[in-house]
Antibody, heavy 119, light 111 residues
Framework: QLQLQESGPGLVKPSETLSLTCTVSGGSISNNNYHWGWVRQPPGKGLEWIGSIYYLGNTYYNPSLKSRVTMSVDTSKNQFSLKLSSVTAADTAVYYC???????????WGQGTLVTVSS | QSALTQPRSVSGSPGQSVTISCTGTSSDVGGYNYVSWYQHHPGKAPKLMIYDVSKRPSGVPDRFSGSKSGNTASLTISGLQADDEADYYCCSFAGSSTSYVFGTGTKVTVL
């Protein structure tokens, strides 16, 4: 049973870069059946797919966020990461990491972490 | 990339059935048999309830069923229970450049 856990700062200043890490346990991040992704939910709003990454480094990003998003994988630590640059208050959200299988944006999910963008 | 359209809310009494629609386009819902549904209780992680339009992951009751016709997918919850009260989101694959798009979300209320 895969378990995922997000970690990172809960407060980021406007114009800075949001950085989150997801630690995977109960399985290998190098499992070729999975991709690894991020989804967010702004307060009072719905879920938004941010993007995903394969353990070999192939990335797929939401076109609306593509210019600001970078994802990476650290197979030695069984972790993957999200960086979102030039954040504004509109990026305040609960950020979830998730495992993906073919055609499924979220097979297993982390508990989520609230990131607030504020000075 | 526009969010898939869902009704804002649906409600039903215990034991009844409710159906949630999810309308997209031929570029997402209509173009792929990759529609999934998620149950989301506030403050908790979303839970996969249906994938590949109509498949249930292990452990999901058969009271939950999915279907698709054209550009619209549907989730039906039969034998509504109190614990089914939650937000539900559909999601569709939308091609390799866009990848995934979520629905606007539907609040299910058990009366």
């Amino acid at each position: 049973q895969l378990q995922l856990q997000e970690s990172g700062p809960g407060l980021v200043k406007p114009s800075e870069t949001l950085s989150l890490t997801c630690t995977v346990s109960g399985g290998s991040i190098s499992n070729n059946n999975y991709h690894w992704g991020w989804v967010r939910q702004p307060p009072g709003k719905g879920l938004e797919w941010i993007g995903s990454i394969y353990y070999l480094g192939n990335t797929y990003y939401n076109p609306s966020l593509k210019s600001r998003v970078t994802m990476s994988v650290d197979t030695s630590k069984n972790q993957f990461s999200l960086k979102l640059s030039s954040v504004t208050a509109a990026d305040t959200a609960v950020y979830y990491c998730a495992s993906l299988i073919e055609g499924v944006a979220g097979y297993s999910w982390g508990q989520g972490t609230l990131v607030t963008v504020s000075s | 990339q526009s969010a898939l359209t869902q009704p804002r809310s649906v409600s039903g009494s215990p034991g009844q059935s409710v159906t949630i629609s999810c309308t997209g386009t031929s570029s997402d819902v209509g173009g792929y048999n990759y529609v999934s549904w998620y149950q989301h209780h506030p403050g908790k992680a979303p839970k996969l309830m249906i994938y590949d339009v109509s498949k249930r992951p292990s452990g999901v009751p058969d009271r939950f069923s999915g279907s698709k016709s054209g550009n619209t997918a549907s989730l039906t919850i039969s034998g509504l229970q109190a614990d089914d009260e939650a937000d539900y989101y559909c999601c569709s694959f939308a091609g390799s450049s866009t990848s995934y798009v979520f629905g606007t979300g539907t609040k299910v209320t058990v009366l």
